[in-house]
């Protein structure tokens, strides 16, 4: 499989590019290509094993020729080399927070995955260009700029405003925990994590009572991200949300960086989300927008294909994905066959959130 690129079973062919009518409503769009099912989705399993593309071998050249230095090189020279210095370095590397040590839970915990193997195994749909897939997407970042980077906040809150990322960053402090992430794809990853708690971030803006939810919006920047422009039946920006007592969880955290440095781009730089009771798709990369809203908002995934991706998405191993079972995962780097835990193994910390009838089905 080494540097062999399979397109995910989801893509769709150009004979099936959206007529303009269509386009223009998109998530109508998106609903009818749901019908048919299996076309349209988060990528196949087929494409997860793990390799690395050979140095300068990302496919960068596509965006528009080469160019940048260091971070922004086009295309950049190696999966480690999308790492752009964070403003605040003198808060690298932070203190690990003894509560998050090791992960929870039963499966089998080999230590951390390479860090190489994060940074080159990624679902981020903006860098998924038509010739890639999740072994490639490092190499689609060079045109992608992440300093300075302000985020929005909108909605039902006494504070709203722009927020300058690194000002927030030093505010809150960083500290680092190790958390498990499982794509819904079933495979994982086990990853240590720099960064602040979400409840931080929100309590900071005073949500109003009425404020029940909370949603997050990745950029929009198609001329940076290769995926926005060619894949344009995916209803961009990127769009999350979660209830309001989700995102005020303990476990619920604003990841900055990994292995004690800045994220690299295509691991969601300047700042993503770690959710890791939910499928790794709840934790929304490269946040430019939050809303403190009344009613629960619409998600992407959940637009796109409403039945295999549920507004909750806990891992859950009883509720198969419609096309493959989430009984077990491959653990990258590690067995290629554990066996799935109910909220990733973090049950002590959210089973309380939920209704049992809730993981009975893909909610
Ligand atoms: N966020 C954005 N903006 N775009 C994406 O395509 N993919 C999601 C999530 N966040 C995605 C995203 C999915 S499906 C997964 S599994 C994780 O990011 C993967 O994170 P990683 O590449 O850092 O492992």
Redesign the pocket.
Known sequence: MAHVIVPPGWRLPERMAAPKELYLNRRDFLRRMSIGGASLG?AACSDRVATIAPSGGGPGHEMGGPGGTGCDANPPSDPLATICAPPNPDLYPASPNPNFVDPPGTLPYEGLTDRRL?AS??????FIGNASSVHS?WGFTGPFRIWPWTVEIAGEAEVTGRFDLEELEREFGLEERVYR?R???AWS?VVPWTGYPLRKLMEKFRPLSSARYVRFT?FLRPDQAVGQRTQPWYPWP?YEALRMDEALNELAFVATGVYGGALPK???APW?LALPWK???K????IQRIEFVRERPSTLWADVWPEAYGFYSNVNPWVPHPEWSQEFEEVLGGPPRARTELFNGYGEYVADLYDPELLTYAS
């Open positions: 988060l994060v195994h990624n679902n981020f749909y903006e997407v992430l794509c819904v794809e990853i990745s990127y295509q691991n969601g993503r499928y790794g798709f934790s929304a990369k490269s």
